[in-house]
């Protein structure tokens, strides 16, 4: 009996001892699944953020780890009157997050902006060096103006200069290679003008220069690639002008060269970059102008080139990017012209480029830093337009854009150093103007988001 009990005993022991070491070995088991799963993962998580991580992370694309839960909300206001975006980017994250970049468009429109000290039309503008716009003179109420002033891009708002010391307008305005600005001849109280003068920006001061041959209204002016300034054509009063003056600013005198095939006022003068004057346009003693004559500086005379394809006055020259020259619009016979042509210089010859969407005189063009061209306002010939439209010389069509906020013509257009546009003055649909307003082209914009250490909630980004 006790023999049985002893053997009983051993029997429950021994399934204790094997109960023991079952469990021991599964915990055996078990911790070493444990060690083996984090070295597991820690090689992956090692693979992932170390080895194989690259070098540099493209600023173009949008990279998220994937132990990361990142909600973002992105909204963007864009108002087409201002030219302004803002982006908002809210993120809300329980992880890592690498870098990620944002691009917006920023859309093309208008923008008023600080308005002149006076009302004027029929005045010139001119971008100094220091990215400040010289605005001289012009007319209102009666008045041949002899006021200036500057518009600073940087507060957009403008500041009076000094006076000049004859008031014009249809005078023409030359930025100097000097920095200084010459303005030449125009209309004043009473009478046609040959006067010309300086404006020195550093002093903000003008000086009288030598006068002009012959008295000029709506001349047109280049500045050659020498740096001296030619002056064309224009109406002295009794008789429109063939003669043709160039100024030498290292000595202040003027030196007559020449005479156009054709006397001529309302044209344009463009320099070529070949280095000759390309003359356009405009209205002579008996008729409205398709011709065209070069001038060359090298041997002070003119020759004739190859004819518009319409006869045209108070219309636009611009030099493109390519040296060609586009011409828009004017005026024949009292009516309107909606047509551009495009003169090769290399050829000589001239080729129609389309229309454009409005019919306008007395209206300006700026190159832009793209290489189109802006057009604005002008007159169709019954009322002042605030249409504007652009050509673009890579398909040579025209695109109408968003409306101007005042309607004008016998404004200005300036381009700015930062791009943008300033149009200022002119007359309105039934007043003379003071405002001014600027131009913005489209571009793009980005955000770009840096990789964060550590964990952040609702981090909101704006632009």
């Avoid at 320099?271 to 070069?294: I, M, Y």
């Avoid at 802006?374 to 069509?397: F, W």
Wanted: charged residues 15%; contains cysteine.
């Amino acid at each position: 009996m006790d023999t049985n009990k002893a053997y009983a005993q051993l029997d429950i022991e021994e399934v204790r001892s094997n109960k023991w070491w079952h469990h021991r070995w599964f915990k055996i088991v078990c911790l070493c699944f444990i060690i083996l799963s984090v070295l597991t993962i820690t090689l992956i998580l090692m693979l992932k953020f170390v080895i194989l991580v690259p070098e540099k992370l493209d600023s173009t694309t949008t990279t998220t780890t994937t132990l990361s839960t990142i909600t973002t909300t992105i909204s963007t206001l864009t108002t087409t009157t201002t030219a302004t975006t803002t982006s908002t980017t809210t993120t809300t994250t329980s992880s890592i997050t690498s870098t990620s970049t944002i691009t917006t468009a920023r859309h093309s429109g208008w923008s008023n902006t600080g308005n002149m000290t006076e009302i004027r039309m029929e005045h010139t503008a001119s971008l100094l060096q220091n990215g400040k716009v010289l605005v001289t003179a012009g007319f209102y109420d009666d008045t041949h103006l002899n006021s200036s002033e500057l518009y600073d891009p940087l507060t957009g708002s403008w500041t009076s200069t000094g006076s000049m010391n004859q008031g014009r307008d249809g005078h023409t305005a030359s930025l100097l290679s000097n920095g200084k600005v010459l303005v030449t001849g125009g209309i004043g109280e009473q009478d046609y003008l040959n006067h010309a003068e300086l404006y020195n920006p550093s002093t903000e001061t003008w000086t009288v220069t030598n006068s002009m041959k012959d008295k000029r209204n709506f001349a047109a002016a280049c500045l050659l690639a020498d740096g001296n300034v030619l002056v064309t054509g224009g109406f002295n009063g009794d008789t429109i002008l063939d003669s043709v003056e160039v100024y030498d600013p290292s000595t202040e005198i003027w030196t007559t060269t020449g005479y156009m095939a054709e006397a001529r006022d309302g044209h344009t003068a463009s320099l070529l970059p070949n280095g000759k004057v390309l003359v356009a346009g405009g209205f002579s003693r008996h008729t409205f102008q398709n011709t065209a004559e070069l001038y060359h500086p090298s041997t002070k005379t003119w020759t004739t080139t190859d004819s518009m394809k319409d006869r045209r006055d108070y219309h636009t020259a611009t030099v493109l990017t390519n040296g060609n020259v586009l011409v828009t619009g004017g005026s024949y016979g009292g009516i309107t012209q909606n047509s551009a042509e495009l003169y090769d210089y290399s050829t000589e010859t001239w080729k129609t480029v389309g229309t454009m969407n409005n019919a306008r005189h007395n209206h300006q063009a700026v190159l832009l830093n793209d290489g189109k061209v802006l057009v604005t306002g002008g007159s169709n010939g019954s009322r002042a337009l605030h249409t504007a439209e652009l050509y673009d010389p890579s398909t040579e069509l025209w695109t109408t854009i968003g409306n101007m906020n005042n309607a004008r013509d016998y404004h200005t257009a300036c381009l700015l150093t930062d791009g943008n546009v300033l149009v200022a003055g002119g007359s309105g649909d039934s007043t003379d103007l003071n405002t001014a307003e600027l131009y913005s082209p489209s571009r793009r914009t980005s955000i770009t988001i840096n990789k964060m250490n550590n964990i952040q909630d609702n981090h909101e980004i704006s632009h």
